[in-house]
């Protein structure tokens, strides 16, 4: 029977190995808060198919043998946590999924407060600083422990070559993700507003 894989999967973390011996895991999350993987009760695995399951090629990994299960526990242990999912028993089949991806529904994620945002929701957002002029988009968060950084690319574009100077036309902006820097964030018009020079 074919297995109906849901189109709003989101990779969250990744299985480094076994947990004790009783067919526990131990994941790495891509998000410090891990509150998808803790909040959602089915988990959806993968096996890479060639690629790093590194955080910063994780979003175009391409899966192979995706099928859904069951969480039964998960907690945080150390920087990660550890699970136990229905069917893993014992040291081995739990060393078994060493590497598989864990996904969760993107529908499943815990609902957020007004003024709190999922990385993956900012990814693809148009970047203007208090100006009006284009930074490009979010192309990437990165996660420095005081704060994220969004990371912004500018879009390549023959009228921004003056501004540039010259430079590459194909430029990175990292600018900190706090109040202070990021003063508006418009979901609804894909848009993120910043205090943030063309020449910084």
Not at 7 to 29: E, F
Not at 58 to 63: D, K, P, Y
Not at 74 to 99: I, Q, S, Y
Request: glycine share 8%; aromatic share 8%.
């Amino acid at each position: 029977m074919t297995i109906a894989i849901p189109p709003d999967l989101i990779p969250v973390g990744h299985i480094t190995g076994a947990y004790g011996v009783q067919g526990w895991v131990k994941i790495h999350p891509y998000s410090p808060e891990a509150s998808a993987l803790l909040h959602a009760k089915t988990w959806w695995i993968g096996r890479p198919s060639g690629r790093s399951t590194s955080t910063s090629d994780i979003h175009s990994e391409a899966l192979a043998d995706v099928h859904d299960v069951d969480k039964l526990e998960a907690k945080f242990h150390g920087d990660g946590l550890v699970a136990r999912m229905m069917g893993v028993v014992g040291r081995d089949a739990a060393e078994n999924l060493k590497g598989s991806v864990v996904h969760v529904q993107r529908s499943h994620f815990p609902v957020l407060s007004g003024n709190e945002f999922y990385w993956l929701d900012l990814i693809g957002l148009a970047v203007e600083n208090c100006q009006g002029e284009s930074l490009g988009v979010v192309s990437n968060l990165i996660d420095n422990g005081a704060h994220p950084i969004l990371r912004v690319t500018q879009v390549n574009d023959q009228s921004n070559h003056e501004s540039i100077q010259g430079e590459a036309l194909a430029r990175e902006y990292l600018i900190p993700f706090v109040d202070h820097f990021v003063p508006c964030v418009d979901q609804k018009n894909k848009k993120i507003i910043v205090d943030w020079g063309l020449d910084y």
